[in-house]
């Protein structure tokens, strides 16, 4: 074989094979790719690929005349006389087939990347081998209110799956570690140290689960003994560079400070995007046995995910009944031991309920609404751009179908002599679907060639990885492509076709030029149906953009401007006094106050309840904090007092929200009762927490949600053991009299940066600022949101363009009509409101129908919202108001071109 | 047809035919046209030259020569026909009678 190190255009080649004699075909391609060869070394790829695609279509289009007309058989001939009437049509008609092409062309672009962005994200997963028998398993979240699911399990569950249940063929848990600090001590050069997050702890079947791509190492041996290590590509580039990672040690930080060292025994390729399971660093889960003896026996330890890959064949209904024996046989063991509860009374009646969920449909599925290892997608967006699609292709279709009728009375009298002629009423659909289709092909061609380029582009703003190019290879892509333009080519031509063909010889023949205004009502029909669309797409679009503008700028209940925040402190061990002390001192900060976790991202939690008898358990979310954190943030305090640092008994008390009040039942309209009780935690010890303060509710989470119940428990309380993820932070509020400008600010972070390197210089200086923390939790929507808006303008567009053409028949038709009104003293203003008041009254009708459904949708998709903007009546008009102006806009060059027109020219001839 | 005579494009595709001797395809005829007249020229047009010209009796061919540069396909290597030597060669007539009866250029002998 040669080798092949010039790749020739594929399409073309295909293109090229489809159309032209296989007689030919050997020698043009041959010389085809002597000549790319030759253009390549001199003028670049570019330039060849270009003329590459010159030489082939001119090839092409030389060619397959010749081999398609030349031949005398009946069936080419027809073939070749339907193109050319078809050819003789659209040049004698520019305009219409100007608009038809434009129209269909966009809504073809659109439709085609809708479809690869729905194609994109629902195939998550599939490129790994035999995932269809793997299956996650997930469980109620028992860590608040049981009705969610949670992709997190205990180590147990796995450990119980393999015992009892022979139709797993693999069990495997991953155990996230968090964020874990790697460093690689090179010899005669600095070391080199980064933060991995993406760094899981597997089991030693992983790979026997998730085929991942060894680019060195054997999957099977790779994870198997303690402290080996498998990374991918990109993670190893960043400690070795280009030299071999295979046997280089590394070591990772422990939580006492301690450095374990990790041999590598793997490289993987980079793992695609499209896998659910995004990571960089996979150690060995037997390196840390010591733990898993001590605590592998929990239920309630949920820092693993369980994957299963069941045998081939396996009853799945009976598997999932099977399954739902295990907790309750192996789940007490951890509820009496740590909660000092029976299996009932810790789930209180709520079913302990495992689900096998398939891997392919973890991306996009709203149930567990987590991924611990990866993105999620969104399905109700799939759904809306799948709706957004289709809707723009039949807009584009009702345009064609109103083009063609319309200018039905153009072509009355061809197919009246063609009647006469002894045509069948077969034959001239054939003609007219035949002509349909073929606008489609084009446009879909054209099409093909817009999305290819403008794809970075929507790749851009979307935040996806979309490519048309491997597609275009895939036999299966371009036979859907084939069916897509019959299929559509059969719908936009069938009504023009049986309209067109129902004519009547003699009457057409006649004279009889009312063929045109027929069908009328139908026409009228359609533009409504287009416009009611438009008008609800743009009071959708509209309000999507409102309820993103109102979750931006709404009131968190705190001060969320000008407060820095700086991670990694937990790598600093619990006293950080003299940091706080070195950062206190600094002008650019009034406050700064230690933390475990921060806004937006609390999403620790426990169970307590109030200790009077018979109280409720309730989940509480839980923010380990100092008085100075408190401070910082601004809240507001309704009862009580913040904590006091000069006050040792102040260690054990807590702060509690006006939604935690509530929840723990103290009548929450008071705040001021709560202060003064006690809180426990609900899992039977001894300790109680008096409550010193509440503060007003504030958003800590996503804005999408409730409030919900939180307790700020105290830095130094030694009682309480959630430390949240472990994280912890320092926030500084700024003072913006010191820090006015961006370089004021660099040089306040560069002064905190050396702060904390002097401490150690081998933590990692991340910083972020609250507000845009808060922003980045609706990048996505915001981003989506500006593809909609695209679409819809899109949309509204093709509308345009079918109400320009429409316009523009119309106009034609009422020539003579216009030139007599003028003719007996009307004014060109008088006859412009006249001519666009038919079409008004057509937006009147959409406007009355789009705005039920806009009503509907948009109140529908608030519903998910905890912070709804209101529903007002004014985004109705001023989107209806808009879209009347712009379609009036559109009809007025015609109507003002129809009313100028001299009364002389449109009325000598009759 | 035969009488039609040779248009401009044809006349120098056949020449470049002539002169490459037996080893004309495609490219070398593209490449030797432009050559000569200086104007660059689709490899398309070409191809349907040739095409035409061996319609018309004027070029005979076969298939022949494969090399790796072109992925192992073969070309199509075309040569002149005695007839198409003959519409050469009237053209090349024409053109002379033509040229002597040009009065300026007669002047000086």
């Known amino acids: 074989m040669p080798k092949k190190k010039f790749n020739t255009p594929k399409l073309a080649n295909w293109l090229a094979a489809k159309c032209i004699n296989k007689m030919y075909l050997e020698e043009f391609l041959g010389d085809l790719q002597e000549i790319y060869e030759d253009r390549m070394l001199v003028k670049g790829k570019r330039y060849a690929r270009f003329m590459y695609w010159i030489d082939a279509l001119h090839l092409l289009i030389g060619f397959s005349s010749f081999s398609l007309f030349k031949t005398q058989s009946n069936n080419t001939m027809m073939i070749k006389n339907m193109f050319k009437i078809a050819w003789r049509n659209a040049i004698r008609q520019k305009q219409f087939t100007v608009l038809n092409l434009l129209g269909l062309m966009i809504g073809i672009s659109i439709s085609l990347t809708i479809g690869l962005f729905i194609h994109h994200e629902t195939t998550y997963d599939t490129f790994l081998p035999e995932i269809d028998r793997v299956y996650r398993v997930n469980q109620p979240n028992i860590w608040t209110d049981w009705t969610a699911q949670m992709s997190n399990t205990g180590p147990n569950v796995a450990v119980a799956l393999r015992e009892e249940v022979p139709e797993f063929e693999e069990v495997t848990r991953i155990m996230s570690l968090g964020s874990q600090i790697t460093n690689y001590k090179a010899e005669a050069k600095k070391d080199k140290s980064f933060e991995e997050s993406a760094f899981y702890a597997v089991e030693n079947n992983f790979f026997e689960v998730f085929s991942f791509e060894f680019s060195e190492g054997n999957p099977k041996t790779a994870i198997e003994g303690p402290n080996s290590m498998v990374m991918t590509r990109t993670a ?100 009496e031991q740590i909660f000092n509860q029976s299996f009932e009374e810790f789930t209180a009646g709520n079913p302990w309920k495992l689900t096998l969920q398939p891997v392919k449909e973890i991306y996009l599925s709203e149930d567990p609404p987590y991924n611990a290892f990866g993105p999620v997608g969104n399905p109700q967006l799939v759904k809306v751009f799948m709706a957004i699609g289709i809707l723009v292709l039949v807009l584009s279709c009702i345009n064609f179908m109103n083009l063609s009728t319309a200018r039905s009375s153009n072509r009355a009298k061809e197919v009246g002599i063609r009647k006469v002629l002894g045509s069948e009423r077969g034959t001239l659909i054939k003609q007219f679907i035949f002509e349909s289709t073929l606008f489609v092909a084009v446009s879909t061609v054209a099409a093909l060639f817009i999305v290819n380029s403008s794809l970075g582009w929507f790749n851009a703003i979307s935040g996806k990885e979309l490519l048309l190019t491997p597609y275009l290879s895939q036999p299966a892509f371009i036979a859907v492509l084939l069916v897509f333009v019959l299929l559509l080519g059969f719908i936009a031509g069938s009504y023009p076709a049986f309209y067109l063909s129902s004519f009547k010889p003699i009457q057409v023949l006649k004279g009889k030029m009312s063929a045109g205004f027929r069908g009328k009502g139908i026409r009228n029909g359609l533009v409504v149906f287009q416009f009611t669309i438009s008008m609800t797409l743009i009071i959708c679009t509209f309000f999507v953009q409102k309820q993103l503008n109102y979750t931006s700028n709404l009131d968190l209940g705190f001060a969320k401007e000008n407060v820095l925040q700086i991670g990694n402190i937990e790598q600093m061990g619990f006293d950080t006094e003299r940091l706080k002390t070195e950062l206190a001192t600094m002008p650019a900060f009034t406050k700064v106050g230690k933390s475990f976790g921060v806004p937006p991202y609390v999403d620790s939690g426990d169970r307590y309840k109030s200790t009077e008898p018979e109280a409720p358990v309730v989940a509480l979310s839980n923010l380990r904090v100092e008085a100075d954190y408190l401070d910082v943030l601004g809240l507001e305090f309704l009862a009580g007092r913040n904590f006091d640092q000069a006050l040792t008994t102040d260690q054990y008390k807590v702060i509690l929200n006006e939604e935690a009040v509530k929840v723990l039942g103290w009548g929450g309209d008071d705040p001021s009762s709560a202060v003064g009780q006690f809180v426990a935690l609900a899992s039977g010890s001894e300790d109680k927490f008096e409550v010193i303060g509440v503060v007003k509710d504030f958003n800590f989470a996503s804005v999408r949600q409730e409030i919900a119940p939180l307790i700020f428990i105290n830095l130094d309380n030694n009682k309480v053991w959630d430390y949240g993820a472990g994280l912890s932070f320092y926030s500084m509020r700024l003072n913006p009299q010191v820090v006015a400008s961006s370089e004021d600010l660099q040089t306040v972070l560069d002064r905190v940066e050396a702060s904390i390197k002097a401490v150690d210089a081998t933590i990692p200086f991340e910083y972020s600022f609250l507000d845009e923390d808060f922003e980045n939790t609706f990048q996505e929507e915001s981003r989506m949101s500006l593809v909609l808006n695209i679409f819809t303008i899109m949309a509204l567009l093709i509308a345009c363009l079918g109400l320009f053409g429409l316009a523009a028949f119309s106009a034609e038709q009422r020539l003579k009509e216009l030139g007599i009104r003028k003719v007996l003293g009307a004014r060109i203003s008088e006859l412009v ?10 937006f009147l009708i959409a406007m009355l129908l789009a705005s039920p459904i ?57 | 047809m035969k009488n039609k005579g040779l248009g401009e494009f044809e006349e120098l595709v056949l020449l470049a035919v002539c002169i490459l001797k037996g080893e004309a395809y495609g490219i070398n005829v593209k490449q030797e046209v432009e050559k000569h007249s200086g104007r660059s020229i689709l490899l398309g047009a070409v191809h349907i030259t040739l095409y035409r010209l061996q319609d018309k009796g004027l070029l005979k061919s076969e298939m022949g020569g494969n090399t790796e540069k072109r992925g192992d396909r073969r070309k199509r290597l075309f040569e002149v026909t005695p007839s198409g030597m003959r519409q050469l060669e009237a053209a090349q007539d024409v053109r002379q009678k033509m040229w002597q009866l040009i009065p300026q250029l007669n002047a000086g002998h």
């Open chain 1, 236 to 335: 190893a580039e960043r400690y070795f560079g280009y030299e071999s990672a295979m046997g280089k040690t590394l070591e990772v930080k422990q939580w006492d400070g301690t450095w374990q060292s990790f041999v590598v025994t793997g490289v993987l390729v980079d793992v695609p995007s499209k896998s659910h399971l995004q990571f960089d660093v996979l150690v060995s889960l037997n390196s840390y046995q010591a733990q898993m003896d001590r605590d592998g026996w929990k239920w309630i330890w949920t820092a693993f995910t369980t994957y299963a890959k069941v045998n081939k064949g396996t009853n799945m209904a009976a598997l999932n009944d099977k399954i739902q024996a295990i907790p309750p046989k192996y789940a007490p063991a951890t509820t």
């Open chain 1, 833 to 842: 409101v006249l001519f666009s008041s038919e079409f008004t009254k057509l």
């Open chain 1, 854 to 910: 806009a009503y509907f949708l948009v109140d529908q998709w608030l519903s998910d919202f905890a912070n709804r903007t209101p529903i007002h009546i004014w985004v109705f008009a001023v989107s209806m108001l808009g879209t009347l102006a712009i379609a009036i806009a559109t009809i007025s060059y015609q109507s003002l071109r129809a009313a100028h027109k001299n009364p002389v020219d449109t009325l000598r001839s009759e």
